[in-house]
């Protein structure tokens, strides 16, 4: 092992010979294994996600993706004047190719941070651990509410953002703009119910 450097809370990224790797610490195993139990179920349907390297008794570690993720796609999107929406498509095929090939299964916590965009502009997903059976039209409500309220919340270029995931995603999915755009509301108020909670009690930074 030559070189390790903490790359993000538990996450740490390190260089094994020629390769590149992250190494995800688990406290909880069951979270690491429903985390392995997606991974895999991700892989067989053919849905890009880093590859699998070792299953450690306290870890995984998974190949290093030399990417951004899409909170950083998000903040560069909004300062470049001339950017179009083609950046997004990358994520809301992802998402689609999800719902359609895992049927059920949905990201869980669809933060922003849980997908990078590589060199080559390819979208993968990551963080497993909260997949789960649930509603596709809770996790994109979940995830349109998210990109609303990060902070600068609701400019304008995270309207244009939104519109666009939203046109997407009625045009691809099985879901009506009124119930999507209704459960976002909803999904807003409780982030930011569960936000006002956490700054009640000294946690201000929040996903
Ligand atoms: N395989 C990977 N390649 C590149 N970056 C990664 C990889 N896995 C995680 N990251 C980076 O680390 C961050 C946190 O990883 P994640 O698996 O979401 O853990 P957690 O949210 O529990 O901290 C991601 O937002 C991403 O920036
Ligand atoms: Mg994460």
Redesign the pocket.
């Known amino acids: 092992m030559i070189d390790e450097k903490r790359?993000?809370?538990?996450?740490i990224?390190l260089t094994v010979g020629e390769d590149e790797l992250?190494r995800?610490h688990f406290v909880r195993k069951a979270a690491k294994e429903n985390e392995l139990f997606y991974h895999n179920e991700l892989v067989k349907a053919g849905l890009t996600v880093?590859r699998l390297y070792k299953n450690a008794e306290k870890a995984i570690y998974?190949?290093?993706?030399?990417?951004?993720?899409y909170?950083d796609v998000l903040d560069i999107w909004e300062r470049d004047e001339d950017s179009d929406f083609s950046i997004w498509q990358p994520l809301a095929e992802w998402l689609c190719k999800l719902y359609k090939e895992c049927p059920g299964v949905v990201v869980g916590?669809p933060n922003l941070?849980?997908f990078?965009l590589d060199t080559e502009r390819k979208c993968?997903g990551?963080?497993f651990?909260e997949y789960r059976q649930g509603k596709i039209i809770d996790d994109i409500g979940l995830l349109l509410a998210y990109i609303s309220t990060y902070k600068p919340a609701y400019t304008e270029g995270k309207k244009k953002v939104c519109n666009y995931l939203i046109d997407y995603f009625i045009t691809h999915l099985n879901i009506t703009r009124p119930e999507l755009v209704m459960t976002i509301t909803k999904q807003i108020a409780e982030l930011e119910h569960r936000r006002a909670g956490k700054i009640m009690k000294g946690k201000r930074k929040y996903k």
């Open positions: 790359y993000a809370g538990r996450i990224k992250i995800k880093p998974y190949d290093y993706i030399p990417s951004i993720h909170l916590d941070r849980n990078i993968y990551i963080d651990e």
